[in-house]
């Protein structure tokens, strides 16, 4: 069997060992999903598959400390955060069990025209199939969650590839999904390379594929799935944030470094570009630097650590390098703008980079968060809205004309109003536009996509 070493990205400490799948075993766990979903004497019943997730609630609940130290060694989201992960992740397993009671379809109108009368109509959901699932790296068990058990909760079988450099939490997840009770053939992990990864995704025996994950991978798949496949894309945005002159702005600061500095950037919806009204931009850039500096950055595993290490080394030269290039094109560094160790880089605050700078058209996808100028709000939805990203955006202000305005004008599936464009929780509908991906993830929203309607039409001379 091949295997491959897991390691922290912080020191490079191996963590642990996993296989590593040949296109063959691939094939095979795709044959194995595809035969157990279409064996109807073995369907899982509604009652039995709440028996087991509420099972895998439990075990869950029972193993809080291990599995927050596990996704926060492979996957250098500090302690603390990495602990609300894993309790997230449970309460998402129990957002499944919820929505299955309200997973239901309707009755559909008869008997309005001569052609329909004697007839009754009614809708109902059926698992759409074989779910794959291409997962990344910046929140390994939650992000597994969302993808799994949503498939599990409506009937499908799937099978889930994770990002190669955070595997164990999506093999944890199937093995608590095995104690639990969930018979052979229903979940699956797999850790494989690109050429596997894409028969997973692209396989004619695959119904859904849900990918999370690089902007320019996700589209390319896109393209290449099987006819039929429906598929849904998560991807990233470079987040704008506007502050209107009127803003809280001692309240507002936590927010804002909470929502570009939380896993060191790591996140889709990551703050990266804040558009501050003139009259207070140098407040709240200084205010902003001042709070970016006494972050604790360092090793995940470390209670106090605020900020861990980027999931590999290349990123930190990434980072310096894009950061660099600001200051070429006039951005003026606040505060940060250096590499600390191998692994982790300063929280940064960039004034006023030029707006074809790439941290101004890219997602940097690290600690950096970048402040522009701006004194006619037109200006600043324009700016905000410039890029072929739309994904979560926020506003700051009291005006509530401002906030609809902005609600209205700002590009986005989520405008947030005196909060960060961070902001998460696992019932709502989470998934970007334009670039930024396809159909909406959360729990619920989840269950839907890989669901499809029946309709039964019943024709009766008593009706």
């Known amino acids: 069997m091949n295997t491959i070493e897991v390691t922290s990205p912080f020191n490079d400490r191996v963590i642990g060992e996993v296989p590593f799948s040949t296109l063959k075993e691939v094939q095979a766990a795709i044959n194995l999903a595809n035969a157990t979903f279409n064996n109807h004497k073995n369907v899982l019943p509604k009652f039995k598959r709440i028996e087991i997730l509420e099972k895998v609630v439990e075990i869950m609940s029972s193993q809080i400390e291990e599995l927050t130290i596990l996704c926060a060694s492979e996957g250098g989201k500090p302690y603390m955060d990495s602990q609300v992960e894993i309790h997230r992740a449970i309460n998402g397993v129990k957002l499944a069990i919820e929505s299955l009671s309200s997973f239901e379809g309707s009755e559909v109108a008869m008997g309005h025209t001569a052609s329909s009368a004697n007839r009754m109509a009614y809708t109902f959901k059926e698992p759409i199939g074989v779910v794959a699932a291409i997962s990344a790296f910046n929140h390994p068990f939650n992000l597994a969650i969302h993808q799994v058990i949503p498939a599990l909760a409506v009937g499908c079988s ?26 052979k053939g229903w979940a699956q992990a797999v850790v494989c390379g690109r050429e ?5 995704a692209t396989s004619p025996q695959i119904n859904f594929l849900t990918f999370i994950g690089s902007g320019k991978v996700g589209w390319y798949l896109n393209s290449k799935v099987a ?18 002159a009127d803003a809280n702005i001692d309240a507002m600061i936590p927010d804002l470094g909470k929502g570009g500095f939380y896993h060191a950037g790591q996140v889709c919806v990551s703050v990266q570009r804040v558009y501050v009204h003139e009259s207070i931009v140098d407040i709240v850039a200084s205010k902003l630097s001042d709070y970016a500096s006494k972050l604790i950055v360092g090793d995940q595993l470390n209670p106090k650590t605020q900020v861990g290490p980027l999931i590999n080394n290349n990123e930190v030269t990434r980072i310096e390098q894009w950061v660099n290039e600001a200051v070429t094109k006039g951005g003026t560094i606040l505060t940060g703008g250096k590499r600390i160790s191998a692994s982790t880089y300063e929280p940064t605050v960039i004034l006023n980079p030029a707006d074809d700078a790439l941290v101004s058209t890219k997602e940097i996808f690290g600690p950096v968060v970048c402040i522009y100028s701006y004194s006619d709000i037109e200006d600043a939805f324009n700016r905000a809205n410039s890029l072929e990203v739309s994904f979560q ?6 005006n509530i004309d401002t906030a609809l305005k902005a609600v209205k004008r700002l590009s986005g599936t989520a405008v947030m109003v005196n909060d960060h464009t961070a902001f998460r929780v696992d019932w709502m509908p989470f998934g970007g536009a334009k670039a930024s991906g396809l159909g909406m993830g959360g729990i619920h929203h989840s269950m839907i996509e890989m669901s499809k309607e029946k309709l039964m039409v019943i024709k009766s001379d008593v009706l």
């Open 158 to 183: 799937v099978i889930i590839k994770p990002a190669t450099q955070t595997p164990m939490s999506a093999i944890k997840l199937i093995e608590i999904l095995d104690q639990a009770g969930l018979p």
């Open 227 to 244: 006819n039929g496949t429906r598929v849904a894309l998560e991807h990233g945005g470079v987040a704008p944030v506007i502050v209107e």
């Open 196 to 200: 596997a990864g894409e028969l997973l």
């Open 393 to 398: 955006a926020s506003i700051f202000t009291k």
